[in-house]
């Protein structure tokens, strides 16, 4: 996805990461809670930073 961007977009318009989530959340009138966003990433960044310091266990 990132390489197909890099191929149609300017540089700095480029994603540095994409994160894929099950539903976006929205208020009552539709609108993005971008706060809830923000709150997703930040968890799974921590999911993420606890695996890769996981032991491996070979």
């Not at 989530?21 to 606890?50: A, H």
Request: aromatic letters at 6%.
């Amino acid at each position: 996805m990132i390489g197909h961007c890099r191929s149609r977009l300017t540089s700095y318009k480029v994603p540095n990461a994409i994160h894929v989530v099950s539903e976006i959340p929205r208020t009552g009138s539709g609108k993005v809670q971008r706060f809830k966003l923000r709150q997703i990433l930040e968890r799974e960044s921590t999911m993420q930073s606890c695996w890769n310091e996981w032991p491996d266990r070979a």
